[in-house]
């Protein structure tokens, strides 16, 4: 079975600082791997995907993700972060046909 | 741009009652998924349905569960009579073919309280 774990249950930052969330992956294949951000009441919006075509991936708000397979990670940053990115965070790896979920990160801005 | 809706947003039931929860994936979508997240837990799979058919189920998805596809536009999550620890966001995904690499699209969730 794939699984995926990220490190760090809460993040705080500075508004303008770099935000950086950690996932490793466990995996007996080739995973395919995504970043789903849940906003204050409200479901799983994708962010971004990996799917192999490349090992760094944009998403939508300025973030990105780089597939690292040595390191078995596929950590998301954003090189700026805006009070509008307090949310959760959570990284995924399909499983056969579902999403196996890591427990999250809750982010945090300081203005 | 298309959405997976659910209703309601919050339900709040009676232990031993039954309780029907309602998703309309988005409409040219083929395979659908439940998933949990109780308070302070991860996101759990529950099952997936594809052609009017389980695909695939958790331990968690025991007889007291069932999923259905009554019309062409809703799937349904109905728990026939609630435990306490049932209470949690449920979460209706959904999407377009069964590869690995697309993304599932996620409604706003459920959130099912239990007394």
């Known amino acids: 079975a794939q699984s995926v774990t990220q490190l760090g249950s809460h993040v705080s930052v500075s508004e303008g600082a770099l935000v950086l969330l950690r996932c490793n992956y466990s995996s007996s294949v080739p995973p395919y791997l995504f970043w789903y951000v849940q906003y204050p009441n409200q479901g799983l919006q994708l962010l971004l995907k990996y799917t192999s075509a490349a090992t760094l991936v944009k998403g939508i708000n300025g973030f990105e993700a780089e597939f690292k397979k040595s390191e078995t990670s596929f950590h998301l940053t954003k090189p700026s972060a805006h009070m509008s990115d307090a949310a959760e965070y959570f990284c995924?790896?399909?499983?056969?046909?579902?999403?196996?979920f890591g427990a999250g990160t809750t982010v945090t801005v300081r203005a | 741009e298309p959405e997976v809706t659910q209703t309601p947003s919050h339900q709040v039931t009676q232990m031993g009652q039954e309780v029907i929860l309602r998703c309309v994936p988005i409409s040219n979508h083929l395979y659908f998924y439940w998933y949990r997240q109780i308070l302070g837990q991860k996101v759990e799979f529950l099952v997936s349905f594809y052609n009017n058919e389980i695909s695939e189920k958790s331990e968690i998805f025991d007889d007291q569960f069932s999923v259905e596809r009554p019309d062409g536009s809703n799937f349904t999550l109905k728990i026939r009579s609630t435990k306490l620890e049932d209470s949690a966001m449920y979460f209706c995904a959904s999407r377009m073919t069964d590869n690995s690499n697309q993304p599932q699209h996620f409604g706003d969730g459920t959130r099912l309280s239990i007394l």
């Open positions: 995924a790896v399909s499983d056969g046909d579902k999403l196996s």
